[in-house]
């Protein structure tokens, strides 16, 4: 609403005009170019700028949260095999079951490349270990390729915030234990390649 007083020539007020604009379709219009920059383009969840701003926010309300830092394996040998169209759809499918599996209170988002990051409160560390398995067992689940099923691993490290922690420290943290667990190679049957690391 726009009010406008309305003056006599003598400067005294003797009426109030109000002019009513609809500005729905300009809100629409900024939700949803908001929309656009939180979210990743090619896999549909949250990109790494909606990642560094819940976590800055959950971070600074104190509560504590925990990251699951996941890096895929052999992601670069299918999309050099068979191009990145192929590579797209698996990056793509990969967010849609990380996203399944993500909590009510969790944001699942694409950190780059072939990095994706789940960040998660309110879970003990068993929980989070427990998060680490599910997203290890969907990621390597085979997936429809063009010549036939594809499937890749991936390495997950956990980081636990600590108190005066920021965003840039917990994701570091997070990014060394998924190194470490990459470092460790996956054997046939054996436990997924994941490391934690709780902070000091």
Request: one cysteine or more; charged letters at 30%; glycine letters at 12%.
């Amino acid at each position: 609403m726009r009010n406008t007083v309305l003056r006599d020539d003598r400067g005294r007020p003797y009426a109030v005009g109000c002019v009513g604009i609809d500005v729905t379709d300009d809100r629409r219009r900024e939700a949803q170019l908001h929309l656009q920059a939180q979210t990743d383009l090619l896999t549909g969840i949250a990109n790494r700028g909606a990642l560094f701003d819940e976590l800055r926010a959950r971070l600074a309300d104190g509560d504590g949260c925990a990251l699951l830092f996941c890096d895929l394996d052999q992601f670069k040998i299918v999309n050099d095999r068979y191009g990145h169209a192929v590579g797209d759809a698996l990056l793509a499918e990969t967010a849609r079951r990380m996203a399944e599996l993500g909590g009510p209170g969790d944001l699942v988002a694409r950190f780059g490349g072939d990095e994706f990051v789940i960040l998660s409160q309110g879970r003990s560390q068993h929980e989070l270990a427990a998060l680490a398995d599910r997203v290890d067992e969907a990621v390597r689940r085979p997936w429809t390729g063009p010549r036939g099923p594809l499937s890749v691993g991936v390495s997950i490290g956990i980081a636990v915030a600590s108190p005066g922690d920021d965003a840039d420290e917990l994701i570091g943290r997070a990014d060394r234990a998924m190194y470490g667990a990459k470092s460790h190679p996956h054997r046939h049957g054996g436990p997924p390649r994941r490391a934690d690391h709780a902070g000091d």
